[in-house]
């Protein structure tokens, strides 16, 4: 136990609704600039607390303080992209689409917004949320997981002194009551969610009821495909940081690796021997290359996979079991299966933990036929010398996002828009989609009368 917070209830996400509309009456006439300044001294604050927020988010989830580290600086940037962004959110001015009327169309708030977080990027996906939110002029109530809270308690502690009354809140507690009362509040414009597939399926069904936008950033069971003219070195390095950075608890980790059979034998021995190495130990250890899985319930289901995989004829190249440590926590070790048996939940299903299968391929149409079948499609990569193949497979793949000879490098950079297809959901964070996701647009039409040019008027119906 590092920590008790308090279990929300349905009553809280009331009163939160209560404070929020409160809130949204002086912060609808805020300006652009208002909504950047904000921004920038939540920015500011990250910033000024980086040292610190790294070292909780390394106690709330378990994640290697390398991870936990770099978060900071990519949360800041992002709330400065959207500061910026705020001033970037426009209508079109005017036009006249009927004869004798001006046109204007108009990007307004959606008004209260919900933001429902997952456990493996706490903070960081809730500042995914808040940026953009904040930018078009809502007001955000957020609800972390509720495995790790603390990072966003703490930063809305933190930010006490820049955010205004009610603009920005947190409401901790289980999905059900706090998300679900989140998600059926008539109050609230726009609900999203970042987690599991059966989750967002659960929350657009309840969503419905009050005809919610709903925007859903859900999982991922990423493929990569090393073509036979690619770089073995580097492919070998983006598969192992590819599947394993972070524990394996990506949504858009590398879970199916597809090698051309001319690299495939090497590739497998090296990337076992690359896995073998990586050193697994507390988050807060900065020698740690791997910390422990979120809970016990999710050793539990890699586990359940990985036998899965064993009985449907699956070999395991390395790994595959728990690690020998005497710590306490949820380890597993990283693990290669050199096959991914039709039938097998390790063929289907997100693992979302350490767990990668390596399949070897005839070709490139080979490679994508397998890449795309599958319900996900959120993240894809391609490994060759040849980028003008690179591209045509690029083309070809179905993903929100394609990388050429890495995997998952941009997760992070704001101008990219950043989502999935499928299973792995709908609706754009980052990049000006993002904005416009949590905006809405409305038509005014004036009888403002015919524009005549200058010379007009002496010899018109005035004069
Ligand atoms: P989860 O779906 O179990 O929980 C996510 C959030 O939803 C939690 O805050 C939870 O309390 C809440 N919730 C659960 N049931 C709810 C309900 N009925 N109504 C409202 N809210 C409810 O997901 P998780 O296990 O926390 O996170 C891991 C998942 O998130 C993985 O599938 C991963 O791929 C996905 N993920 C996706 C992205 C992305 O950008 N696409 C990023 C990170 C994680």
Known sequence: VIAEVPRGTAEDVERAVDA???????????????????????????????????????????????????????????????????????????????????????????????????????????????????AAGNVQIIKPAEQTPLTMLRFVELAQEVLPPGVLQVVTGDGIPVGDALVRHPAISLVSLTGDTATGKLIARNAADTVKHVHLELGGKDPMIVLDDADLGRAVEGALWGSFTNCGQVCSGVERIYVARELHEQFVTRLAERAQALRIGRG?????????????????????????????????????ARPRIELPGWFFAPTVIGAEPEGARVRREEIFGRVVTVVRIEDEADGVRRAIDSAFALGASVWTRDRARGRRVAEALEAGTVWINDHAYSYGVCQAPWGGRGASGHGRTHSKHGLYALSHVKYVDTDAGRLRPPWWYPYGDDG
């Open 284 to 320: 807060d250890d900065p020698s740690t290359d791997l910390g422990p899985l979120i809970s016990e319930r999710q050793r539990e289901r890699v586990e359940e996979v990985v036998a899965d995989a064993v009985e449907h004829g699956a070999e395991i190249v390395t790994g595959g």
């Open 20 to 134: 929020a509309k409160k809130a949204w009456l002086d912060w609808q006439d805020k300006t652009p600039k208002d909504r950047m300044e904000l921004l920038l001294a939540l920015a500011d604050v990250i910033d000024e607390n980086a040292e610190e927020l790294a070292r909780l988010e390394t106690q709330n989830v378990g994640k290697p303080w390398w991870v936990a580290v770099d978060e900071p600086g990519i949360m800041s940037d992002n709330l400065r992209f959207f500061a910026g962004a705020a001033r970037n959110l426009e209508g079109k001015a005017a036009g006249e689409y009927a004869a004798g009327h001006t046109s204007i169309i108009r990007r307004e708030p959606l008004g209260i917004v919900a933001g429902i977080c997952p456990w493996n990027y706490p903070l960081f996906m809730a500042v995914w949320k808040m940026g953009p939110a904040l």
